[in-house]
């Protein structure tokens, strides 16, 4: 099994619409991410959460909104989808200490329509 | 700010080509630099590091050497197979920048038998 694992892997939604992406580890680390990746520009980050209890920014958190229900599960939600938010979405983990190395999740392909 | 610069891509070798994948960034103080390689429809995975100037990361003959006077950090092996095919990025962490990565835009590979 995956240690990050996304779900959905794929979603096309409509302008609008409310959706969630959920990222579940089950590598005991503390530290959580989002990205999305677009074609050209890499990947930015959206928000990240140190702990349970912090959450913050990232460089495009406009539009979006997280949620840290426990330490292994870190949800991203689009309040209401617009299509230049369609993307390939990357959840990410890392551990305190270990020198910033991040480990990802397989992605979820959104498409807003 | 911080940020990363690759070269465009794709980059098309035959196999057994050598290759090189330019890196630079431009950074306060010293961040540590990476490679991230990811593989058709996965995630990010690490391929190497480095934490301080003029060291070497090394992984899978793939190498990269941080060279901090002319703030670059380029890929290379001397070697390509069919199976390198993935897209690269460059990234670093800011000094102090408590986990979060600035990544570049990638670099596409694509090797021929």
């Known amino acids: 099994d995956a240690d990050v694992t996304q779900t959905p892997r794929n979603r096309i939604t409509k302008t609008g619409k409310r959706i969630m992406l959920e990222c579940s580890q089950t590598k005991g680390h503390d530290r959580m991410y989002w990205y999305r990746q677009d074609p050209g520009l890499g990947l930015r980050l959206i928000y990240y959460?140190?702990?349970?209890?912090?959450?913050n920014k990232g460089e495009i958190s406009d539009g979006y909104s997280v949620s840290r229900q426990a330490q292994a599960k870190f949800s991203l939600s689009l309040e209401s989808a617009i299509p230049n938010q369609t993307a390939l979405y990357f959840c990410?983990?890392?551990?305190?200490?270990?020198?910033?190395?991040?480990?990802f999740g397989a992605g979820t392909r959104l498409s807003v329509l | 700010g911080d940020s990363v610069t690759q070269m465009e891509g794709p980059v098309t070798l035959s196999e057994e080509a050598f290759l090189t994948i330019n890196c630079t960034y431009t950074a306060t103080g010293y961040p540590s630099l990476f490679w991230y390689v990811q593989y058709p429809g996965e995630g990010l995975q690490l391929l190497l590091k480095a934490t301080k100037a003029d060291d070497k990361g090394s992984n899978k003959g793939f190498e990269a050497t941080y060279r901090k006077e002319t703030t670059s950090f380029h890929l290379e092996k001397g070697s390509v197979q069919v199976s390198d095919s993935a897209v690269y990025f460059c990234?670093?962490?800011?000094?102090?920048?408590?986990?979060?990565?600035?990544f570049g835009a990638g670099t596409r590979l694509a090797v021929h038998p």
């Open positions: 990234a670093l962490s800011p000094n102090g920048g408590y986990n979060k990565l600035i």
């Open positions: 959460s140190f702990d349970v209890k912090d959450i």
């Open positions: 990410a983990t890392s551990e305190t200490g270990t020198g910033d190395i991040q480990y």
